[in-house]
């Protein structure tokens, strides 16, 4: 019953930022724990970062201190603010709505980080 979207996936320069966003429709967006997740070409589906319900955030090691998640209840959406983007970065980024060990999955934002 829940329908997530992403947008703000691109194309951009080593160096540089992109913020996604994933909009949450369909039930209560605020009781969900959401995350991000990350699928390289020929790798594993990974988690990049998670805000509980009630705020608290954890990200990869891999992206600690460059990227930021954030949520605003009140627009049912989720950010990802990419700073310091890396040619490793590039994959598609998928939004996760989570209640009850019972997850949500978008459709997907390809992110690609190239000179």
């Known amino acids: ?8 996936g691109g194309l951009v320069q080593p160096g540089g930022s992109l913020r996604l966003s994933c909009a949450a429709s ?3 967006f ?3 724990h959401m995350a991000w997740y990350r699928q390289a070409p020929g790798k594993q589906r990974e988690l990049v970062a998670r805000v ?5 955030t ?3 090691d891999s992206v600690k201190g460059r990227f930021t998640i954030s949520r605003d209840n009140a ?19 998928y939004c996760n709505a989570d209640r009850y060990n019972s997850p949500y999955w978008g459709q997907g934002t390809q992110v690609t980080v190239s000179s």
């Open 26 to 28: 369909g039930n209560i």
């Open 30 to 32: 605020s009781i969900y």
């Open 58 to 60: 954890n990200y990869a």
């Open 52 to 56: 509980s319900s009630g705020g608290s």
């Open 75 to 93: 627009k049912n959406t989720v950010y990802l603010q990419m700073n310091s983007l890396k040619p490793e970065d590039t994959a598609v980024y």
């Open 1 to 8: 019953q829940v329908q997530l979207v992403e947008s703000g």
